[in-house]
């Protein structure tokens, strides 16, 4: 019985102790932190490519397209909205330091402080704040984000375990050569997988000569969803938000993920480019070096165990914030090249619309067998001038920061109200913030029983915020 009691006792004390220091605010209402937390939302189904995506509830446009493969989804069976996600905030997060640069803050909204915002800092105090051409400038210089805090903003554009089966799949977004190749293979046991077995010479190594299997991004053609896929390049279209037409804006900031097996000796290229600028990787497995080169100049010559390369490797590739990185099983293997803002002032939205904008990434082999598979391209969020949500407001081309104020933007910025359209400059007051969101610790998922249909949590689906 005293021992029951005891029990009873530290739980009634860890509870509390839980509530001085953990909060659960109301449900997240809104999509302006898609991906990252969702609002009040609708699951649809693809029937195409089989993907699974959520909507925003508040908006009715339909039908909704695939963020996958673009097939036309009509969610009229599926309209029942899904409560948005449920945190737990870190009060003490905020107490023991400042939040960092790309970390996910609560604090009382400046418009109407009742309410508990939810967003992402990414201006400190003290700062210049500003925005150009969808990209983050502190103090006049771009801020360029670590690979993990790439992958944590980072919105998926093609998901290869997801192939299209209809009219998209008859234009592959993964091809050879044009009227000649040796890469084998395409949909394969549910998902895009691509083996190359022929051995080139040693000598083949014109860029414009060899056996590239290249991605070309698509986009569906036309209103209906069997109309054929157009080239086109990515853009910072957010299906989430369903009225497409909000923004459409191409951008060259992406990032590449594959898993390759390379058996025998020889080289394995990478390619990626943005219109303007080009990368090839050239990895050496019988030499056991790897060598970077920009537009033709060789960057750095590096050795490496090839052990983590040569089995089943995950790799990543990454153009984003105006900086090339490549890693091997989440390392990166070469110092990043940062891209001038001379350089990048030559790359126009015509020139992305008309150049390699459509077809950022390649791969080829000189001499060893190679197999790619769990393909994968994702986007970095696009920062706008302008949202749906504040219409009527424009934000200033620079924001200085107080020494107690910190500057933050939604993911989903299309429709996020945030600081570029808050008055006052936008900044956030340090008394403001309330903590650091943790985790999502109750989404749910739509059930159907017969004619009955209820919401129940989806533990599959509780995660830590990143």
């Known amino acids: 019985m005293r021992k029951a ?33 969702l609002g009040s939302h609708v699951d649809l189904n693809c029937t195409d490519c089989g993907t699974r995506f959520a909507c925003d509830a508040r908006d009715d446009v339909l039908p909704a397209a695939c963020p996958n493969c673009g097939y036309q989804v009509d969610g009229t069976e599926s309209m029942t909205a899904i409560d948005g996600d449920r945190l737990l905030i870190n009060r003490a997060a905020c107490l023991l330091r400042d939040p960092r640069r790309w970390e996910v803050v609560a604090f009382r909204c400046p418009d109407r402080p009742s309410r508990i915002c939810i967003k992402r800092v990414v201006g400190l105090p003290g700062e210049t704040v500003e925005i150009r051409a969808g990209d ?13 805090q790439q992958q944590a903003l980072a919105v998926p554009v093609f998901d290869g375990n997801h192939p299209p089966h209809g009219s998209e799949a ?20 549910g998902q895009v997988r691509f083996v190359h077995q022929a051995m080139l010479p040693a000598d083949a190594t014109a860029v414009d000569q060899i056996d590239w299997l290249t991605y070309h991004h698509r986009r569906r053609g036309g209103d209906s ?57 050239r990895i050496d497995t019988a030499n056991a070096t790897a060598q970077l080169l920009h537009d033709g100049q060789l960057v750095e010559t590096i050795e490496r165990n090839m052990a983590e390369f040569s089995s089943q490797a995950q790799i ?10 490549f890693a091997v099983a989440g390392r990166p293997w070469f110092r990043p090249v940062n891209l001038t803002p001379a350089a ?20 080829a082999t000189e001499g060893p067998e190679l197999e790619v598979w769990e393909l994968q391209v994702l986007r970095d969020v696009y920062y706008t001038s302008a949202s749906s949500q504040t219409a009527n407001r424009r934000p200033a081309k620079t924001v200085k920061l107080a020494d107690d104020e910190f500057f933050v933007l939604g993911d989903n910025s299309a429709v996020a109200a945030d600081s570029r359209f808050w008055p006052a400059g936008g900044g956030i007051q340090r008394d403001s913030l309330i903590g650091k969101p943790q985790v999502v610790h109750r989404p749910s998922r739509l059930m159907s029983l017969g004619w009955l249909r209820f919401q129940v949590p989806d533990l599959a689906k509780i995660r830590y915020i990143r």
């Open 316 to 325: 990543v590739v990454s153009l984003v914030d105006r900086q090339f990185l």
């Open 5 to 37: 009691l005891h029990i009873a006792v530290g739980i009634a004390v860890a509870l509390a102790m839980s509530r001085l220091w953990l909060i659960e605010p109301s449900i997240v209402a809104t999509g302006s932190m898609y991906p990252t937390l």
């Open 225 to 281: 969803s069997d109309v054929g896929s157009v080239a086109a390049s990515v853009t910072d279209q957010q299906p989430y938000n369903r009225d497409t037409t909000r923004s459409s804006i191409p951008t060259v900031d992406v990032i590449w993920e594959c898993r390759v097996r390379a058996v025998g000796s020889g080289r394995v290229l990478f390619r990626a480019g943005d219109g303007v600028d080009d990368f090839l990787v």
């Open 344 to 363: 990048n002032a030559r790359r126009g939205v015509a020139e992305i619309a008309a150049g390699s904008g459509s077809r950022p990434f390649a791969i």
């Open 170 to 189: 008859t234009h592959s977004r993964w091809h050879g050569q044009p009227g000649s190749t040796n890469w084998y293979g395409g949909r394969c046991d």
């Open 136 to 148: 983050l400038y502190i103090d006049g210089h771009i801020v360029r984000k670590t690979l993990s």
